[in-house]
């Protein structure tokens, strides 16, 4: 099992775009995936055409009750073999609720090896919540490592040098280095700006940077009102090639590999 978390601490960059997608990507590569929503706002439960659930049959429960992530798991439709564990609006209680108590950033990690980890071909995708709460620290500790999504403009620059900032804190309890990759969204080749935020990500992150690039798409806008990933809904488009193009430098440098060191 590779959990990667899809992190970053500015909305609005495209997480659940890209988590949406690569589990889609890595399905039809029939590998199996299972996305896990814990975003309050569950974007990525409801772009995957999922709706109207109670908290019970959420990750919710698995904070609120113990309830195992197995008996949470469903299958996407259309998913081609993918599978969810959806998301709640209740999550928005959980740090209110549970932040005090000092073995629940690890929750999810001991859920994920209890249950999923003796399955090393599973690819575990988790949409995070933009805010570095109790949530957000669980997918980073459950994690093998991260993808930080940042879009073609100036403040979620200084929101990945932020969240990069908070990332090296968070390594000395982990008592490992967090391994991260950024990918562009959003890139506009009409505007000089997005040239400008490659160029200085590049600069400043180095090979960290993807060299794939997300260009800005009305595909990608479109697929989740339909409740579906953008292969399904247009499988030609230039967003269905900037991520399967991502999803290929990705699986090529081994970033789905738990055991590969890069």
């Known amino acids: ?33 299972l996305g896990i929503d814990l975003d309050p706002q569950s974007h990525l439960t409801l772009a995957s055409g999922i709706k109207g659930l109670a908290s019970s049959e959420t990750i919710y429960a698995f904070y609120s009750e113990g309830k195992p992530l197995s008996q949470l798991m ?43 980890l003796p399955d090393e071909s599973v690819p575990v995708i988790i949409d995070c919540s933009p805010m570095l709460g109790v949530l957000s620290l669980n997918a980073v500790f459950a994690s093998n490592r991260l993808l930080i999504p940042v879009s073609a403009d100036y403040l979620s620059m200084q929101g990945v040098n ?41 600069e400043h992150y180095g ?25 399904s809904y247009s499988p030609h488009s230039q967003g269905a090639k900037d991520y399967n193009a991502l999803t290929e430098e990705l699986l090529a440098c081994g970033f789905f590999d738990p055991e590969c060191s890069w």
């Open 207 to 231: 090979k960290d940077l993807c060299d794939t690039r997300i260009f800005e798409s009305v595909s990608l806008a479109e697929s989740p009102i339909y409740g579906k990933d953008v292969f």
């Open 74 to 116: 469903r299958e996407i439709p259309n998913g081609h073999g993918a599978h969810i564990i959806p998301a709640h609006m209740e999550l928005f209680k959980i740090d209110s609720l549970y932040g005090r108590n000092p073995n629940i950033t690890s929750q999810l990690k001991r859920g994920l090896m209890d249950e999923l």
């Open 1 to 33: 099992m590779t959990a990667i978390a899809i992190f970053n601490q500015k909305g609005g960059v495209g997480k659940t775009t890209t988590s949406l997608n690569l589990i889609a990507a890595l399905a039809r590569r029939e590998l199996c995936p």
């Open 162 to 202: 932020r969240l990069d900032a908070a990332l090296k804190v968070l390594e000395k309890p982990l008592g490992k280095p967090i391994q991260r990759r950024i990918v562009m969204t959003r890139f506009d080749s009409r505007r000089k700006l997005s040239y400008q935020i490659y160029d200085q990500l590049r």
